[in-house]
């Protein structure tokens, strides 16, 4: 917490007694009081996705896990990754109790901090949960935090997101499907092949495989008002995976002001999750096989 934070606002009742909440959602890392069980979940995920990414995620990503120590053992200090993040990117990150309202959220991203729930899942979680939990947050998106380009990129969606939120909903629900389907579920061309960037695979074994081994989704090259206009699933494997070059690329291409493009995107249907179009360039075109009929958000 840096010097500008409002001071604690209010107790939060937990079953540790009262922890300080601030305005902004951030608590202290309980470190002490997480259990052996804790540690445990924590070193099962790492270890299975430490074996699974190498040839997998991009290199900028397993250099950051490395750089982080997150295989030293156990769940990490916040405060010892602040260390390397501080004198990195300039980056912090903050323990919250899980998901913040969307401006709480961007307003951390603006001021290069990173929200990371304090708690982690359960060994019968080990799979799936619904919302991101600290493996989540601190294994999927914390090491590309180390690369440049990419923390600038992070801070730009969180101001982007400020203008956004005082836009409307249409407006946010469009930057919202950027950070979907870049930040989350983002793949990357690079000179070994195609390679995973996207927190919500590399944090997953099963989409860390699904995303590069399965016919099953399309495969498309990322565009910014094609992103922006293709709704998404929650809840199951992505059907599309649209594919960067580089993260330069990606911040290019999000540099221009997006009010004229919210402005166009509000007078056109969005695409569906699994839509492959003409001017599309298509990597793989999937065969759908195994997509669930829920409906796209
Ligand atoms: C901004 C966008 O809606 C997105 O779902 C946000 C909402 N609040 C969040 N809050 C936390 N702690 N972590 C997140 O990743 C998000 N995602
Ligand atoms: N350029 C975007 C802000 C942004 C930057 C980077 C990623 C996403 C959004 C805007 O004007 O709203
Ligand atoms: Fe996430």
């Given at each position: 917490?840096?010097?500008?934070?409002?001071?604690?606002?209010?107790?939060?009742?937990?079953?540790?007694?009262?922890?300080?909440?601030?305005?902004?959602?951030?608590?202290?890392?309980?470190?002490?009081?997480?259990?052996?069980?804790?540690?445990?979940?924590?070193?099962?995920?790492?270890?299975?996705?430490?074996?699974?990414?190498?040839?997998?995620?991009?290199?900028?990503?397993?250099?950051?896990?490395?750089?982080?120590?997150?295989?030293?053992?156990?769940?990490?200090?916040?405060?010892?990754?602040?260390?390397?993040?501080?004198?990195?990117?300039?980056?912090?990150?903050?323990?919250?109790?899980?998901?913040?309202?969307?401006?709480?959220?961007?307003?951390?991203?603006?001021?290069?901090?990173?929200?990371?729930s304090?708690?982690?899942?359960?060994?019968?979680?080990?799979?799936?949960?619904?919302e991101p939990d600290?493996?989540h947050d601190?294994?999927?998106?914390?090491?590309?935090?180390?690369?440049?380009?990419?923390?600038?990129?992070?801070?730009?969606?969180?101001?982007?997101?400020?203008?956004?939120?005082?836009?409307?909903?249409?407006?946010?629900?469009?930057?919202?499907?950027?950070?979907?389907?870049?930040?989350?579920?983002?793949?990357?061309?690079?000179?070994?092949?195609?390679?995973?960037?996207?927190?919500?695979?590399?944090?997953?074994?099963?989409?860390?495989?699904?995303?590069?081994?399965?016919?099953?989704?399309?495969?498309?090259?990322?565009?910014?008002?094609?992103?922006?206009?293709?709704?998404?699933?929650?809840?199951?494997?992505?059907?599309?995976?649209?594919?960067?070059?580089?993260?330069?690329?990606?911040?290019?291409?999000?540099?221009?002001?997006?009010?004229?493009?919210?402005?166009?995107?509000?007078?056109?249907?969005?695409?569906?999750?699994?839509?492959?179009?003409?001017?599309?360039?298509?990597?793989?075109?999937?065969?759908?096989?195994?997509?669930?009929?829920?409906?796209?958000?």
């Amino acid at each position: 917490m840096n010097s500008t934070t409002p001071r604690r606002v209010e107790h939060h009742q937990t079953d540790r007694g009262y922890v300080p909440v601030y305005a902004t959602g951030v608590v202290e890392q309980p470190w002490a009081d997480y259990s052996r069980t804790d540690h445990e979940v924590w070193d099962t995920l790492y270890k299975r996705q430490r074996e699974l990414l190498p040839g997998r995620a991009c290199q900028e990503f397993l250099a950051g896990v490395e750089r982080f120590g997150l295989g030293d053992g156990g769940i990490p200090k916040f405060a010892d990754l602040n260390k390397v993040l501080g004198t990195t990117t300039g980056w912090e990150l903050v323990a919250v109790e899980g998901l913040l309202p969307d401006e709480v959220f961007f307003d951390h991203l603006a001021h290069r901090r990173f929200p990371v729930s304090w708690w982690i899942r359960k060994p019968e979680q080990l799979d799936y949960l619904s919302e991101p939990d600290l493996f989540h947050d601190l294994f999927g998106h914390v090491p590309l935090l180390l690369n440049p380009v990419f923390a600038d990129y992070m801070q730009a969606y969180g101001r982007g997101g400020m203008k956004a939120f005082a836009i409307g909903p249409e407006a946010l629900m469009n930057l919202t499907r950027l950070y979907w389907y870049t930040v989350e579920f983002g793949l990357i061309n690079t000179k070994e092949g195609m390679r995973i960037y996207g927190a919500g695979i590399v944090s997953s074994k099963g989409e860390s495989i699904y995303s590069l081994d399965s016919p099953s989704p399309n495969r498309i090259g990322f565009g910014l008002e094609r992103v922006m206009s293709t709704r998404y699933r929650i809840d199951t494997y992505q059907q599309t995976y649209f594919v960067i070059d580089s993260f330069e690329q990606l911040f290019e291409a999000t540099r221009p002001d997006f009010t004229p493009i919210y402005a166009a995107l509000g007078e056109q249907p969005a695409h569906a999750a699994g839509d492959v179009l003409d001017s599309d360039r298509v990597f793989t075109r999937g065969n759908r096989e195994g997509w669930a009929t829920n409906a796209d958000t």
